[in-house]
């Protein structure tokens, strides 16, 4: 052997060594190929064997990638798979919160009405907590019983916490389950928004579920639990994200174990009891001076209403008593209206309008609208009106009405009094007439003629020897005046009187002197009256056998009511 034979053994020996126990392992592994047939069986043996958990962290990213292929190039297939077992749990997830509403609402109406309910109005109004979240938080008990960490991608469980004494759930069904669900939401009604699944009602428990961007978190829970709750478990898992950042390396599933780290960091019981604790908290109380003030404008805003109403209250009486006695006017109803009064009822023509003394009570231009309908109305006002309207009584002649009888007092002619009787007996609301005082004119004013008649004829004129005229010329005004009324009279009665003069002489002189002297004395007076009464007075002699020619140095009237002079 040459020596550069054997330096090439020297220099090449262990690569040559190499090569052959590399050869020697490919011929081992091609006498080991397992066929497509042998697979199943060895995976089986393999799960079920101590290496059950490399297995399932080996597989765990390629299941997760196959399932996130499947997802996407067929999702209508898996929508299907899943339709039969989403629609009804929608269903008892919509029945479940339906009773569970009015469930809440029957025991906040039970209770709004007690003690406790009013307490607990109190307290609401204090912290300024919902009064339903006040009820719920005194009346319903809650308890965490699952808590799982999730791996989004693969669908597998990173950890899971329970309370104890609870059975053992098939983590890996449920978390499953829940992938499922979340993208079939994600898929048919959150596309363009990108919702998630965040709460539904699972049998007894309430689910409720927290997106982180490496980890889903999902908590059921029994009861009613606090909003402070899920608060909290944003805060857990924000604070696992935090703590393990490495998405590639501690929270993908078949990483390192973690799962000591994890249980502190979920840490149930200490969850439960954070949640407990902020849930019992007392609310620092909110400053009270708004809610005095809400509460003095209440009171302003409640008197002043008070106020308000009451006025129209008064308003309204006021209106009702001075319709209630206004003379033809039946009110039927008085109402308020648009800020203002509406009167409804009858009216009679004759009646005074009302609308001023209505406007009176009322504020300044406040609507008033009447509503009324004609009618005869018997109130005796009125009555009374409508009788001096129908019956027009001339001047002397009164009317009154009461208790339904019209009494006439005065003087007419006797044909106007009976017509004014009749027409009194028509006036509508006139049940009888008393015509008692009424009386007729023509009597009473003969009787006063035939006396101021007696009374002119009575009167004489004195003369002194054988004057012709008096020597007191102012003993003829007595006379003037009588005649004056007598006159007066006898046109109110409708007569015409005739005025004669005559004189008297004694016998002392020749008959054809004292015939003169008569003539004269007539004839003086007959002048006198004329200029001083404006009528015509006639003068004539003494008839012979007159037993007035007996009256010596006198002259006198004579009042003939049947015709001229001679």
Request: charged content about 25%; proline content about 7%.
């Amino acid at each position: 052997m040459s020596g550069f034979q054997r330096l090439k053994d020297l220099l090449l020996d262990d690569e040559r060594a190499e090569r052959t126990r590399v050869a020697q392992r490919l011929d081992a592994l091609e006498q080991r190929r397992t066929t497509p047939d042998e697979l199943p069986a060895l995976v089986e043996g393999a799960a079920q064997g101590p290496a059950a958990a490399r297995l399932s962290r080996a597989l765990a990213a390629p299941v997760a990638d196959a399932l996130g292929d499947a997802v996407v190039a067929r999702r209508q297939t898996i929508v299907d798979a899943l339709f039969p077992v989403i629609g009804p749990a929608i269903r008892k997830a919509i029945a479940e919160a339906l009773r569970s509403m009015v469930a809440d609402l029957n025991a906040a109406i039970e209770s709004s009405l007690t003690p406790r309910g009013l307490r607990w109005r109190l307290e609401a109004w204090r912290t300024g907590v919902p009064y339903a979240q006040v009820v719920l938080r005194h009346t319903l008990r809650w308890r965490i019983d699952h808590l799982f960490l999730i791996e989004p991608g693969s669908g597998l469980v990173i950890h899971r916490e329970s309370a104890p004494g609870l059975p053992d759930l098939d983590s890996d069904a449920i978390a499953g389950m829940l992938t499922a669900i979340g993208e079939f939401v994600r898929d048919s009604v959150g596309r363009e928004g990108g919702a998630t699944l965040g709460s539904a009602d699972v049998g007894e428990h309430l689910l409720w579920v927290e997106e982180g961007p490496r980890a889903r978190l999902a908590c059921f829970i029994r009861g009613a639990p606090p909003a402070a709750l899920r608060t909290l478990l944003r805060e857990r898992l924000e604070r696992i994200h935090e703590r393990f950042a490495d998405p590639m390396a501690q929270l993908q599933a078949g990483a390192a174990d973690v799962g000591a780290a994890l249980d502190a960091a979920l840490d149930l019981p200490g969850l439960e009891s954070a949640a407990r604790a902020l849930d019992d908290a007392p609310v620092p109380a909110r400053a009270r001076w708004p809610a005095w003030i809400v509460a003095l404008a209440l009171l302003v805003a409640l008197g002043a209403w008070g106020v308000h109403e009451w006025r129209w209250s008064q308003r309204l009486a006021a209106a009702q008593s001075t319709l209630g006695d206004w003379p033809g006017l039946a009110v039927q109803r008085v109402t308020r209206e648009g800020g203002g009064l509406r009167v409804r009822g009858l009216i009679d023509p004759l009646a005074d309008p009302p609308q001023a003394a209505l406007a009176a009570l009322l504020p300044p231009g406040a609507p008033l609208a009447l509503d009324l309908r004609g009618y005869i109305a018997t109130d005796a006002p009125i009555v009374e009106r409508r009788a001096r309207a129908l019956l027009a009584p001339p001047d002397g002649v009164s009317l009154s009405f009461d208790g339904g009888t019209l009494r006439l007092v005065g003087e007419l002619p006797q044909a106007e009094r009976a017509a004014m009787i009749l027409r009194a007996g028509m006036v509508p609301g006139v049940a009888a007439v008393d015509d008692a005082g009424l009386v007729a004119r023509e009597p009473r004013l003969r009787a006063a003629f035939d006396a101021l008649r007696a009374t002119v004829e009575s009167r004489r004129i004195t003369f002194e020897g054988d004057a012709e005229a008096p020597a007191d010329a102012a003993a003829l005004a007595p006379l003037v005046d009588d005649l004056r009324r007598l006159l007066a009279v006898a046109r109110e009665a409708g007569l015409s009187p005739v005025l004669r003069t005559w004189g008297g002489a004694d016998g002392s002189g020749t008959a054809a002197r004292n015939a003169a002297l008569r003539a004269a004395r007539a004839g003086w007076l007959a002048r006198e009256l004329s200029v001083a009464l404006g009528v015509e007075v006639f003068a004539e002699l003494e008839p012979a056998g007159d037993p007035q020619a007996t009256l010596a140095r006198v002259a006198a009237v004579r009042i003939d009511l049947g015709g001229g002079g001679r």
